[in-house]
């Protein structure tokens, strides 16, 4: 079994930074893309940006240029370098992880971290 612990979530001033980081934890598994998502009140929940294993990256327009998704494959981990936040970027903040044992394939969320900025 695999599992998401994130952290680096918390309250912060419009214009401020967060990083967030999840790591993947448990044996015997690889990982291929990884990726956070978010999810504000009353709202589904939406891509932030994913990043591959080779390091290539996609974001969501709402967040380039602000945001930036690295990862570090040594040690099962990816973060999330969040700019110049606004009040709008608050939401719960999930990463994900396409996550391979063995032949089969499977989709591991975390449990959220939660980012609330305030004006």
């Known amino acids: 079994q695999v599992q998401l612990v994130e952290s680096g979530g918390g309250l912060v001033q419009a214009g401020g930074s967060l990083r967030l980081s999840c790591a993947a934890s448990?044996?015997?598994?690889?990982?291929?893309?990884m990726g956070w998502y978010r999810q504000a009140p009353g709202k589904q929940r939406e891509l932030v940006a994913t990043i591959a294993s080779g390091g290539s990256t996609n974001y969501a327009d709402a967040v380039k240029g602000r945001f930036t998704i690295s990862r570090d494959n040594a040690k099962n981990t990816v973060y999330l370098q969040m700019n110049s936040l606004k009040p709008e970027d608050t939401a719960v903040y999930y990463c994900?992880?396409?996550?391979?044992?063995?032949?089969?394939?499977?989709?591991?969320w975390g449990q959220g971290t939660q980012v609330t900025v305030s004006s």
């Open positions: 448990g044996s015997g598994f690889s990982i291929n893309v």
């Open positions: 994900n992880s396409w996550v391979r044992m063995g032949v089969s394939v499977a989709l591991y």
